[in-house]
């Protein structure tokens, strides 16, 4: 570690995987409920709903600690301001802490959520961003300060790299994205066109602009790769993102009463949208056959890889499988959905921030050799569940299109009867996500502490 500011990043990554580990843990209880719905004393809509926010802010989170870890690196320089960090951490963590308490209390208590000043006070009910409004507020708060110390942080040498603009272009752009979700429009056509652009922009846009970012700096610190080829590659790769990811968001626009032509236009681009990911696998390949036989730290380099390789399967791959319009409008809303949500958020966002962990901790701990064996245990451990998962899931989605969409029965008889035993599977794969979840947790609060008595 170059800098002592960049320790601030442990705090980050401390807080993500024990979201992570939150997230997971919901998880599971969501997936014995589609079988026992009185299973918990919070319902389904509670429990998924902590599910897919614990998603969302711990990788916020690990992609904040992340950047706290490569701006002063690519800077050359301590962060500008690291009690603004610490205030910043520490703010966020309070936010998230009153909005999950919020959602459990609503989950018990429903008249809890009252209206205070115009708008509730616990939940305001739009799918996937229900924060309440003072919550919304903290966050956009918490973000412009994590991105005022960031570019003051440049500004202090005034040293620019491309790995910096992409990736604080990607966080700019994620925080810009936010605000269309925070006003309302009484024509739920004009609500649904921005309620997608921060669903779904963020992923199929700023997100990937972050994770290109990412991956080019892991890259070069692990394999000490040229940063002008990689840079020629991330434009590449961020071009086509950007072209292929605004675009492509129409194939959601087709189902919220706008023109026809967004069937077409979004069907189409969401088809191109696998042709930056697929450059990312084969330039990460193409960079590490030469020089990977010497990497100390496998497990990173490994980690980085999957990355490439997982994001291109699950967000191409099982994104183009049910995007094209002719598929799509059977399959919309069904179990494939969830099977390519699942397998691309792990692929794409779940393995990226887990690499740059594993790429930096040690060297914020000062460890030149740490066991890297819980890390390929965890990787694992979480892979082969996931895949079987999403396995499972698909399997769920195809019986379901068939059954309900084609041959008419009804949802209910679909979930209890046809799909029980993916159900069933699908509990059982969570608990081994779980596991390695569990070993990732404890090593990442061990990781370098203890120097491995054989480099292992």
Same mark, same amino acid.
């Given at each position: 570690?170059?800098?002592?500011?960049?320790? !601030?990043?442990?705090?980050?990554?401390? /807080?993500?995987?024990?979201?992570?580990?939150?997230?997971?843990?919901?998880?599971?209880?969501?997936?014995?409920?589609?079988?026992?719905?009185?299973?918990?004393?919070?319902?389904?809509?509670?429990?998924?709903?902590?599910?897919?926010?614990?998603?969302?802010?711990?990788?916020?989170?690990?992609?904040?600690?992340?950047? &706290?870890?490569?701006?002063?690196?690519?800077?050359?320089?301590?962060?500008?301001?690291?009690?603004?960090?610490?205030?910043?951490?520490?703010?966020?963590?309070?936010?998230?802490?009153?909005?999950?308490?919020? &959602? !459990?209390?609503?989950?018990?208590?429903?008249?809890?959520?009252?209206?205070?000043?115009?708008?509730?006070?616990?939940?305001?009910?739009?799918?996937?961003?229900?924060?309440?409004?003072?919550?919304?507020?903290?966050?956009?708060?918490?973000?412009?300060?994590?991105?005022?110390?960031?570019?003051?942080?440049?500004?202090?040498?005034?040293?620019?790299?491309?790995?910096?603009?992409?990736?604080?272009?990607?966080?700019?752009?994620?925080?810009?994205?936010?605000?269309?979700?925070?006003?309302?429009?009484?024509?739920?056509?004009?609500?649904?066109?921005?309620?997608?652009?921060?669903?779904?922009?963020?992923?199929? $846009?700023?997100?990937?602009?972050?994770?290109?970012?990412?991956?080019?700096?892991?890259?070069?610190?692990?394999?000490?790769?040229?940063?002008?080829?990689?840079?020629?590659?991330?434009?590449?790769?961020?071009?086509?993102?950007?072209?292929?990811?605004?675009?492509?968001?129409?194939?959601?626009? &087709?189902?919220?009463?706008?023109?026809?032509?967004?069937?077409?236009?979004?069907?189409?681009?969401?088809?191109?949208?696998?042709?930056?990911?697929?450059?990312?696998?084969?330039?990460?390949?193409?960079?590490?056959?030469?020089?990977? $036989?010497?990497?100390?730290?496998?497990?990173?380099?490994?980690?980085?890889?999957?990355?490439? !390789?997982?994001?291109?399967?699950?967000?191409?791959?099982?994104?183009?499988? =049910?995007?094209?319009?002719?598929?799509?409008?059977?399959? =919309?809303?069904?179990?494939?959905?969830?099977?390519?949500?699942?397998?691309?958020?792990?692929? /794409? &966002?779940?393995?990226?921030?887990?690499?740059?962990?594993?790429?930096?901790?040690?060297? !914020?701990?000062?460890?030149?050799?740490?066991?890297?064996?819980?890390?390929?245990?965890?990787?694992?451990?979480?892979?082969?569940?996931?895949?079987?998962?999403?396995?499972?899931?698909? /399997?769920?989605?195809?019986?379901?299109?068939?059954?309900?969409?084609?041959?008419?029965?009804?949802?209910?008889?679909?979930?209890?009867?046809?799909?029980?035993?993916?159900?069933?599977?699908? /509990?059982?794969?969570?608990?081994?996500?779980?596991?390695?979840?569990?070993?990732?947790?404890?090593?990442?609060?061990?990781?370098?502490?203890?120097?491995?008595?054989?480099?292992?």
């Amino acid at each position: 570690m170059k800098y002592q500011s960049q320790k !601030i990043a442990l705090n980050f990554y401390t /807080a993500a995987v024990v979201l992570f580990l939150v997230q997971v843990l919901v998880g599971i209880i969501a997936a014995l409920q589609f079988m026992w719905p009185d299973f918990f004393v919070l319902n389904f809509n509670t429990i998924r709903t902590l599910h897919i926010n614990a998603l969302v802010v711990w990788l916020l989170m690990g992609m904040m600690g992340a950047t &706290y870890y490569v701006v002063p690196e690519e800077s050359e320089t301590e962060l500008w301001s690291l009690p603004l960090a610490q205030l910043q951490f520490w703010a966020t963590v309070l936010a998230v802490t009153l909005v999950v308490v919020g &959602y !459990i209390v609503m989950g018990i208590f429903p008249q809890a959520n009252m209206e205070i000043f115009g708008t509730l006070l616990l939940n305001e009910g739009r799918e996937y961003i229900e924060a309440p409004r003072w919550a919304d507020i903290l966050i956009v708060v918490s973000v412009l300060l994590f991105l005022f110390n960031c570019f003051m942080t440049i500004m202090k040498t005034k040293k620019f790299t491309a790995v910096q603009g992409v990736l604080l272009g990607g966080l700019t752009f994620l925080a810009l994205m936010y605000l269309p979700g925070m006003f309302y429009t009484k024509s739920m056509v004009k609500d649904q066109y921005w309620w997608w652009w921060v669903v779904h922009l963020w992923v199929e $846009g700023s997100w990937e602009l972050i994770a290109a970012a990412l991956l080019a700096f892991m890259l070069h610190k692990l394999l000490g790769t040229d940063v002008k080829v990689l840079a020629k590659w991330m434009y590449i790769e961020v071009g086509l993102v950007m072209f292929t990811g605004i675009l492509g968001l129409g194939h959601h626009y &087709y189902w919220i009463g706008t023109p026809a032509y967004w069937l077409w236009v979004g069907g189409i681009f969401s088809s191109l949208e696998p042709i930056p990911l697929l450059l990312m696998v084969w330039d990460a390949f193409r960079t590490t056959r030469e020089t990977r $036989g010497v990497v100390s730290n496998r497990i990173g380099l490994y980690l980085t890889v999957s990355h490439a !390789i997982f994001n291109f399967v699950g967000a191409g791959l099982w994104g183009v499988i =049910h995007t094209l319009p002719q598929v799509n409008k059977w399959t =919309h809303g069904t179990q494939l959905t969830t099977a390519h949500g699942h397998l691309a958020f792990y692929g /794409a &966002y779940v393995l990226l921030i887990v690499a740059m962990i594993y790429v930096t901790v040690p060297s !914020i701990r000062g460890a030149k050799e740490f066991n890297q064996s819980k890390g390929y245990q965890s990787f694992w451990w979480m892979t082969i569940s996931m895949v079987f998962i999403v396995v499972t899931i698909t /399997a769920a989605g195809m019986v379901q299109t068939y059954l309900e969409r084609l041959f008419g029965l009804d949802y209910v008889s679909v979930k209890a009867n046809y799909n029980l035993w993916f159900w069933i599977f699908r /509990a059982i794969f969570g608990v081994g996500f779980l596991v390695g979840v569990l070993i990732l947790v404890v090593d990442v609060l061990t990781l370098g502490k203890k120097p491995a008595a054989s480099g292992s």
